[in-house]
């Protein structure tokens, strides 16, 4: 049975940004993934609740990718009830390629360092590999004795540098990849809206005037 080599990116995206979209199309030109998922979080666990619907939050995505053949939406996490946890989604994909599936969990360094607070966190390198990337703000990935003890006890066997690794095994690996280091966050853009000033240029336009049109972000979580 082949492999499939699926991409799984995994977030609130409140809004989806070019710093989740340029990580994404550099990976992919990295990694032949058969496929790719966006996959925002319904209720996150270890955050607010965010300030876009579920619906809004999902178009937003569905928008941004509509002129890509790389990327698909996967809405399985906004339409599961209660709170979010990407084990749930990891077992429910492997259940559903029969086991055909190679998953690689994409994350930004800042969700990196508190991967130990997710739920069945260690359950996460027998159902994925992870794929980090840099960002600006955050621990440089370099330096790894940084990171918090337990992560690096679970991880001390498990870094790559080359992305080739991914596929010859079937999960548990740490791939770090190096990709555009874009200083652009969904705090930064929720807060220039609620300041009444422009986003352009921090996420396609498309996104912008969907903010604009629906009246996102103009005041704390009345959206949601
Ligand atoms: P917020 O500002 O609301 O916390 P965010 O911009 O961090 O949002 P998320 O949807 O929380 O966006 O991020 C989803 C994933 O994408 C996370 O793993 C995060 O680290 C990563 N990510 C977000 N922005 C960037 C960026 N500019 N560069 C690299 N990774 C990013």
């Given at each position: 049975m082949e492999p499939v080599l699926i991409g799984i990116y995994g977030g609130t995206f409140d809004p989806i940004h070019y710093g989740h979209l340029r990580v994404a199309e550099e990976l992919a030109d990295a990694i032949r993934f058969d496929q790719f998922f966006f996959v925002p979080a319904g209720e996150p666990r270890l955050r607010d609740s965010p300030g876009g619907s579920k619906h809004h939050r999902a178009r937003m995505i569905s928008l941004s990718i509509q002129n890509s053949t790389r990327f698909l939406l996967d809405e399985r996490e906004i339409k599961r009830p209660g709170v979010s946890t990407s084990v749930t989604s990891l077992r429910e994909y492997h259940a559903e390629y029969g086991g055909r599936a190679v998953l690689c969990f994409i994350m930004g360094a800042d969700t990196f360092l508190r991967i130990h607070y997710w739920h069945c966190w260690r359950e996460l390198f027998q159902l994925c590999h992870l794929i980090i990337v840099e960002r600006p703000g955050s621990m440089r990935l370099i330096n790894r004795s940084d990171l918090p003890q337990k992560i690096q006890i679970e991880c001390?066997?498990?870094?790559?540098?080359?992305?080739?690794d991914l596929a010859c095994q079937f999960s548990g690996m740490i791939y770090t990849a190096q990709t555009t280091l874009l200083d652009i966050s969904a705090t930064k853009i929720r807060d220039l809206v609620a300041a009444g000033k422009s986003i352009r240029y921090l996420l396609p336009d498309i996104t912008a005037d969907y903010i604009k049109t629906h009246d996102l972000y103009l005041g704390e979580n009345e959206f949601r």
């Amino acid at each position: 049975m082949e492999p499939v080599l699926i991409g799984i990116y995994g977030g609130t995206f409140d809004p989806i940004h070019y710093g989740h979209l340029r990580v994404a199309e550099e990976l992919a030109d990295a990694i032949r993934f058969d496929q790719f998922f966006f996959v925002p979080a319904g209720e996150p666990r270890l955050r607010d609740s965010p300030g876009g619907s579920k619906h809004h939050r999902a178009r937003m995505i569905s928008l941004s990718i509509q002129n890509s053949t790389r990327f698909l939406l996967d809405e399985r996490e906004i339409k599961r009830p209660g709170v979010s946890t990407s084990v749930t989604s990891l077992r429910e994909y492997h259940a559903e390629y029969g086991g055909r599936a190679v998953l690689c969990f994409i994350m930004g360094a800042d969700t990196f360092l508190r991967i130990h607070y997710w739920h069945c966190w260690r359950e996460l390198f027998q159902l994925c590999h992870l794929i980090i990337v840099e960002r600006p703000g955050s621990m440089r990935l370099i330096n790894r004795s940084d990171l918090p003890q337990k992560i690096q006890i679970e991880c001390a066997s498990r870094w790559t540098s080359d992305p080739n690794d991914l596929a010859c095994q079937f999960s548990g690996m740490i791939y770090t990849a190096q990709t555009t280091l874009l200083d652009i966050s969904a705090t930064k853009i929720r807060d220039l809206v609620a300041a009444g000033k422009s986003i352009r240029y921090l996420l396609p336009d498309i996104t912008a005037d969907y903010i604009k049109t629906h009246d996102l972000y103009l005041g704390e979580n009345e959206f949601r």
